[in-house]
């Protein structure tokens, strides 16, 4: 089976066998970065441009490195050294883009919908690296592989995500793909933090993170961000530490089993307490080390690829 | 040249609603008369066959955005007017956001200067409440009325200042001058970019709440009662403002109030695919929004449709939604989509004519209705005409249009504005006044 899409925009739009055969790809990607040649030719002679319209680390390395195992050739372009600066539209970017005949183009943007906008004007496959805050499917997907690599499957886990989700493209996605693949999710955060009809998306939201987090065998944490006080989202990091944190006393509410995971970076002391973040139940590195496996699975997968041999 | 309108469906709201002719003399009508009653031979009588075709009094859309000065790439008031004579209008109110804003009395004096040379329909500017739509000070209201304003607003921004607007509502009566109100919170509005509800949350886009409309509709109304003078309320698109309205009138405030064809017709579902001509100010509502919009408009809590026509080049729409510019072109639809309320059993067809006619010129201030004696503002429609709206083939010099392509029935075939024929579709181009 080969996916049948050019782009992947958000995981509103696969099914739930898309999501599976992805993440099937990724847990077969994951054995080749623990090789100690640690590339195969698979898409040699493929362009990967990553495009980054926002500051981002983590998930522009994981993206470069996927590419690079992968022996494609990529290669970034962020918005300060890019036209942006000098006024040039996203579209004129991609119609420029476009004839440099790159193969994959994996986008960054701040504008929810961007990457939609990109790939109805680019022949290369787009894949949504996170786009305001509506989706950041790759994230989704290495979020769902980590847990179920840890639970052996996601149908009829209770998943808790914790925190700003108003403001989270990773809460969306989690949402989105967890609830189709039969995962029970709860929300829980701020009221001012909760957006509304959120639970059209096939989740509930709890009253507090106590009730949110009880007999959960997930708990993923959220950044929160300082300015979220200028817009009266919140009151000060220490009352949201105190209120709506993660601490040991939160975590024994949940299942004796209970994974925590948090897509980083990590805020210590405020969502979440450096004994939680560092904790034996904790598999924030392993969503790290994932996402590589995932990317490539995504790289892969939209270069026209069906099941991969080299890592079978 | 004098001209014989036979056999058209007078529709004239209040007064008429006959089979009857109509003869146009020296720019004013001279009769209206049973069919065949007016003896009209003679040479040089220009005979128009309107059997099937409606006769009502010429549009007037009180709400436009002409972007001259200023923004003449995105429409000008040449284009504009004529864009308005294809839908049917014979007068539109241009809004004071041009550059440089409609604040001073030159300004006003060159958008009256420019109608005129286009010689198509009649334009009256609206001025600025406030110096630069500032919010800071009020205009010299005398000035500009003098110089041809008819009105005063700050339309595409709020007067978020209670007392400015309280002050300006005084200030401007005195001078006779209605204040239009844009009802939205900036506060509230917080940098939103579509109507705040579930499909807002999935798209990841910052919603915008019902009530950043409506608080402002109330504070409005409450400064309505409190000055004694009337004040209108522009693009209603909330329920909750619906409410306020109806309920203002019924306690005898002085509020009158438009939507806009969008607000009636859309729902927030038309920005799914992150679609920029869904992108308006204030934004396209749920459907429980539009019913109660369609209901205001039954009841008479809205007065009036206007179209809120506001032209922007494809640069400003076809970029990320987030920075896509707010705004649609309307002028050329807004007839074919009021026709369509008359259809879904919304508005008997007098009351659409009047909603878009009489309703904004008693607000306005000008004289409508077809009386002889009166100038021939005057707009022939085909009820049946079935037609499909194409943006790249509309007069306006925009395109920004989320009706494109649609199959839509029932156009403006002749406007007649002052006895001079500035519009005719198909069969009528023989008897354009204009090149």
């Given at each position: 089976?080969?996916?049948?899409?050019?782009?992947?925009l958000?995981?509103?739009?696969?099914?739930?066998?898309?999501?599976?055969?992805?993440?099937?790809?990724?847990?077969?990607?994951?054995?080749?970065?623990?090789?100690?040649?640690?590339?195969?030719?698979?898409l040699?002679?493929?362009?990967?441009?990553l495009?980054?319209?926002?500051?981002?680390?983590?998930?522009?390395?994981?993206?470069?490195?996927?590419a690079?195992r992968?022996?494609?050739?990529?290669?970034?372009?962020?918005?300060?050294?890019?036209?942006?600066?000098?006024?040039?539209?996203?579209?004129?970017?991609?119609?420029?883009?476009?004839?440099?005949?790159?193969?994959?183009?994996?986008?960054?943007?701040?504008?929810?919908?961007?990457?939609?906008?990109?790939?109805?004007?680019?022949k290369?496959?787009?894949?949504?690296?996170?786009?305001?805050?509506?989706a950041h499917?790759?994230q989704?997907?290495?979020?769902?592989?980590?847990?179920?690599?840890?639970k052996?499957?996601?149908q009829?886990?209770?998943v808790?995500?914790?925190?700003?989700?108003?403001?989270?493209?990773?809460?969306?996605?989690?949402?989105?793909?967890?609830?189709?693949?039969?995962?029970?999710?709860?929300?829980?955060?701020?009221?001012?933090?909760?957006?509304?009809?959120?639970?059209?998306?096939?989740?509930?939201?709890?009253?507090?993170?106590?009730?949110?987090?009880?007999?959960?065998?997930v708990?993923?944490?959220?950044?929160?961000?300082?300015?979220?006080?200028?817009?009266?989202?919140?009151?000060?990091?220490?009352?949201?530490?105190?209120?709506?944190?993660?601490?040991?006393?939160r975590?024994?509410?949940?299942?004796p089993?209970?994974?925590?995971?948090?897509?980083?970076?990590v805020?210590?002391?405020?969502?979440?307490?450096?004994?939680?973040?560092?904790?034996?139940?904790?598999l924030?590195?392993?969503?790290?080390?994932?996402?590589?496996?995932?990317?490539?699975?995504?790289?892969?997968l939209?270069?026209?690829?069906?099941?991969?041999?080299?890592?079978? | 040249?004098?001209?014989?309108?036979?056999?058209?469906?007078?529709?004239?709201?209040?007064n008429?609603?006959?089979?009857?002719?109509?003869?146009?003399?020296?720019?004013r009508?001279?009769?209206?008369?049973?069919?065949?009653?007016?003896?009209?031979?003679?040479?040089?009588?220009?005979?128009?066959d309107?059997?099937?075709l409606?006769?009502?009094p010429?549009?007037?859309?009180?709400?436009?955005?002409?972007?001259?000065?200023?923004?003449?790439?995105?429409?000008?008031?040449l284009?504009g007017?004529?864009?308005?004579?294809?839908?049917?209008?014979?007068?539109?109110?241009?809004?004071?956001n041009?550059?440089?804003v409609?604040?001073?009395?030159a300004?006003t004096?060159?958008?009256v200067?420019?109608?005129?040379?286009?010689?198509?329909?009649?334009?009256?500017?609206?001025?600025?409440?406030?110096?630069?739509l500032?919010?800071?000070?009020l205009?010299?209201?005398?000035?500009?009325?003098?110089?041809?304003a008819?009105?005063?607003?700050?339309?595409?921004?709020?007067?978020?200042?209670?007392?400015?607007?309280?002050?300006a509502?005084?200030?401007?009566?005195g001078?006779?001058l209605?204040?239009?109100?844009?009802?939205?919170?900036?506060?509230?509005?917080?940098?939103?970019v579509?109507?705040?509800?579930?499909?807002?949350?999935?798209?990841?886009?910052?919603?915008?709440?019902?009530?950043?409309?409506?608080?402002?509709?109330?504070?409005?109304?409450?400064?309505?009662?409190?000055?004694?003078?009337?004040?209108?309320?522009?693009?209603?698109?909330?329920?909750?403002?619906?409410?306020?309205?109806?309920?203002?009138?019924?306690?005898?405030?002085?509020?009158?109030?438009?939507?806009?064809?969008?607000?009636?017709?859309?729902?927030?579902?038309?920005?799914?695919?992150?679609?920029?001509?869904?992108?308006?100010?204030?934004p396209?509502?749920?459907?429980?929004?539009?019913?109660?919009?369609?209901?205001?408009?039954a009841?008479?809590?809205?007065?009036?449709i206007?179209?809120?026509?506001?032209?922007?080049?494809p640069?400003?729409k076809?970029?990320e939604?987030?920075?896509?510019a707010?705004?649609?072109?309307?002028?050329?639809?807004?007839?074919?989509?009021?026709?369509?309320?008359?259809?879904?059993?919304?508005?008997?067809?007098?009351?659409?004519?009047e909603?878009?006619?009489?309703?904004?010129a008693?607000?306005?201030?000008?004289?409508?209705?077809?009386?002889?004696?009166?100038?021939?503002?005057?707009?022939?429609i085909?009820?049946?005409?079935?037609?499909?709206?194409?943006?790249?083939?509309?007069?306006?010099?925009?395109?920004?249009t989320?009706?494109?392509?649609?199959?839509?029935?029932?156009?403006?075939?002749?406007?007649?504005?002052?006895?001079?024929?500035?519009?005719?579709?198909?069969?009528?181009?023989?008897l354009?006044?204009?090149?």
């Amino acid at each position: 089976m080969a996916l049948a899409k050019k782009d992947i925009l958000d995981l509103a739009s696969l099914s739930a066998e898309e999501i599976r055969l992805i993440l099937d790809t990724a847990d077969n990607m994951r054995e080749i970065s623990d090789r100690p040649i640690k590339k195969v030719p698979t898409l040699r002679g493929k362009t990967v441009v990553l495009f980054f319209y926002e500051p981002s680390t983590r998930t522009k390395l994981s993206f470069d490195i996927a590419a690079k195992r992968l022996s494609a050739d990529s290669l970034s372009i962020s918005t300060s050294m890019s036209s942006l600066v000098k006024g040039e539209t996203l579209l004129d970017t991609a119609r420029n883009l476009q004839a440099m005949k790159p193969d994959v183009l994996v986008l960054r943007h701040g504008c929810s919908g961007a990457p939609y906008f990109l790939a109805q004007h680019l022949k290369a496959a787009v894949i949504n690296a996170g786009d305001g805050t509506h989706a950041h499917p790759s994230q989704g997907l290495l979020d769902m592989l980590t847990i179920r690599q840890n639970k052996g499957r996601l149908q009829g886990l209770r998943v808790a995500i914790i925190g700003d989700i108003a403001h989270s493209r990773v809460a969306r996605s989690n949402c989105e793909g967890l609830s189709k693949m039969g995962a029970d999710v709860v929300l829980a955060g701020p009221p001012t933090m909760i957006p509304r009809g959120i639970e059209e998306m096939g989740v509930s939201v709890a009253g507090s993170v106590d009730s949110a987090v009880e007999g959960a065998d997930v708990i993923m944490m959220l950044r929160i961000q300082k300015e979220r006080q200028k817009k009266f989202l919140m009151s000060t990091e220490r009352e949201y530490a105190r209120c709506f944190g993660l601490n040991a006393r939160r975590v024994a509410r949940a299942k004796p089993d209970v994974v925590i995971m948090h897509p980083g970076p990590v805020n210590r002391g405020v969502e979440i307490a450096p004994e939680v973040a560092d904790g034996p139940y904790s598999l924030i590195l392993d969503q790290v080390t994932n996402g590589v496996a995932v990317r490539m699975a995504l790289l892969y997968l939209v270069s026209g690829g069906g099941r991969h041999a080299d890592a079978d | 040249m004098p001209m014989l309108i036979k056999g058209a469906r007078i529709i004239d709201p209040g007064n008429l609603d006959a089979v009857q002719d109509v003869l146009i003399v020296k720019g004013r009508i001279e009769a209206i008369q049973p069919p065949d009653t007016i003896a009209a031979e003679g040479e040089g009588i220009r005979l128009v066959d309107a059997r099937g075709l409606w006769l009502t009094p010429g549009l007037i859309d009180m709400h436009v955005h002409f972007r001259e000065p200023g923004q003449e790439y995105k429409e000008t008031i040449l284009t504009g007017s004529s864009a308005a004579a294809a839908g049917g209008f014979t007068a539109v109110c241009t809004m004071p956001n041009t550059v440089p804003v409609n604040d001073d009395a030159a300004v006003t004096a060159l958008i009256v200067k420019k109608a005129a040379e286009a010689g198509l329909v009649r334009v009256f500017p609206v001025a600025a409440i406030s110096k630069g739509l500032k919010g800071e000070q009020l205009s010299e209201f005398g000035e500009l009325q003098d110089a041809g304003a008819v009105g005063v607003t700050d339309d595409g921004l709020p007067v978020m200042n209670g007392q400015l607007m309280r002050r300006a509502l005084e200030y401007a009566s005195g001078f006779g001058l209605r204040v239009i109100s844009h009802c939205e919170d900036l506060d509230l509005a917080d940098g939103g970019v579509m109507n705040e509800g579930p499909r807002a949350t999935r798209l990841g886009l910052a919603g915008i709440p019902n009530a950043c409309e409506s608080v402002m509709v109330m504070r409005d109304i409450a400064l309505s009662k409190v000055t004694g003078v009337p004040v209108h309320i522009a693009h209603v698109s909330t329920a909750e403002s619906v409410a306020a309205i109806r309920r203002a009138k019924q306690d005898g405030i002085a509020v009158t109030a438009e939507t806009a064809p969008h607000y009636f017709t859309l729902t927030d579902e038309a920005v799914e695919g992150y679609n920029t001509h869904a992108k308006m100010n204030p934004p396209l509502r749920s459907m429980a929004d539009r019913q109660a919009v369609r209901d205001g408009l039954a009841d008479g809590t809205l007065d009036v449709i206007a179209t809120d026509h506001a032209p922007h080049c494809p640069d400003e729409k076809e970029v990320e939604f987030d920075r896509a510019a707010n705004g649609i072109i309307g002028l050329e639809t807004s007839l074919a989509l009021g026709l369509q309320l008359v259809r879904d059993g919304v508005l008997a067809i007098d009351t659409l004519i009047e909603r878009m006619s009489c309703a904004p010129a008693r607000i306005m201030g000008f004289t409508c209705g077809l009386r002889p004696g009166r100038p021939a503002d005057i707009t022939l429609i085909d009820p049946l005409k079935e037609w499909t709206a194409d943006a790249c083939n509309l007069k306006s010099k925009s395109r920004n249009t989320p009706f494109d392509g649609w199959r839509l029935v029932g156009k403006a075939v002749m406007t007649v504005v002052g006895g001079k024929v500035v519009y005719g579709d198909d069969m009528f181009t023989g008897l354009l006044d204009i090149k």
